[in-house]
């Protein structure tokens, strides 16, 4: 599975962004799916993932009530809508493709797929 990632860019505090991530191959929806971020100087953390029919979903507390993850398995893609952006949302997003249970969505060791980021610059 190859990701591409892409809808990243700069944003008011307060404002809004779609990201998007595309994969190829057949078994898109045999994955559950994430996205990652990393900011300037800090480690990879986990953002929020949805399994692979959309049923379940995890978000870490940073981001829930104001970040959104779907998916259509219809078109392979994996979609993050963040509202009510916070400077310290700024950072490299990364999506990403597990074949493993939700009990292991947040642990970066466990991904199979990658995607290549988009940045994302909140400024305030």
């Known amino acids: 599975v190859q990701l591409q990632a892409s809808g990243g860019g700069l944003v008011q505090a307060g404002g809004s962004l779609s990201l998007s991530c595309a994969a190829s191959?057949?078994?898109?929806?045999?994955?559950?799916m994430g996205w990652f971020r990393q900011a300037p100087g800090k480690e990879r953390e986990f953002v929020g993932a949805i399994s692979w029919n959309g049923g379940d979903k995890d978000y870490t507390d940073s981001v829930k009530g104001r970040f959104t993850i779907s998916r259509d398995n219809g078109k392979n893609t994996v979609y993050l809508q963040m509202n009510s952006l916070k400077p310290e949302d700024t950072a490299v997003y990364y999506c990403?493709?597990?074949?493993?249970?939700?009990?292991?969505?947040?642990?970066?060791?466990?991904?199979?797929?990658w995607g290549q980021g988009t940045l994302v610059t909140v400024s305030s």
């Open positions: 191959g057949r078994t898109f929806s045999s994955y559950a």
């Open positions: 990403a493709a597990t074949s493993y249970s939700r009990a292991y969505w947040r642990r970066g060791g466990y991904i199979d797929y």
